[in-house]
Nanobody
Framework: QVQLEESGGGLVQAGGSLSLSCAGSGRTLTYDTMGWFRQAPGKEREFVATISWIGDRSYYSDFVKGRFTISRDNAKNTVYLQMNSLKPEDTAVYYC?????????????????WGQGTQVTVSS
């Protein structure tokens, strides 16, 4: 089992930046594909970004491509999501998730472990 804890959410004005972190505990995340997802009020959870075990491959949803960057530091057992040029429509609870010994995926059911989420609110 692995526990995931997100941090770094908050309130920011449109055009601003936030950096989210997802720290793993209980075991190493070295062999996990990691993903970031988000869920806005009244909407379904959706894919944001994913990164491979060693960080050599990453993929993004079209609505964050060019603005968000996913990265990882396996020595710190932590995954990051740098969010720039934020828009009000980016307002959501952001979740990180782990997929053990499998490749990057945009599919929610393919992730085994989830954090509790961190709120990101972008004001206009």
């Amino acid at each position: 089992q692995v526990q995931l804890e997100e941090s770094g959410g908050g309130l920011v004005q449109a055009g601003g930046s936030l950096s989210l972190s997802c720290a793993g505990s209980g075991r190493t995340l070295t062999y996990d594909t990691m993903g970031w997802f988000r869920q806005a009020p009244g909407k379904e959870r959706e894919f944001v970004a994913t990164i491979s075990w060693i960080g050599d491959r990453s993929y993004y949803s079209d609505f964050v491509k060019g603005r968000f960057t996913i990265s990882r530091d396996n020595a710190k057992n932590t995954v990051y999501l740098q969010m720039n040029s934020l828009k009000p429509e980016d307002t959501a609870v952001y979740y990180c998730a782990a997929r053990y010994k499998m490749g990057p995926s945009r599919s929610i059911p393919e992730y085994d472990f989830w954090g509790q989420g961190t709120q990101v609110t972008v004001s206009s």
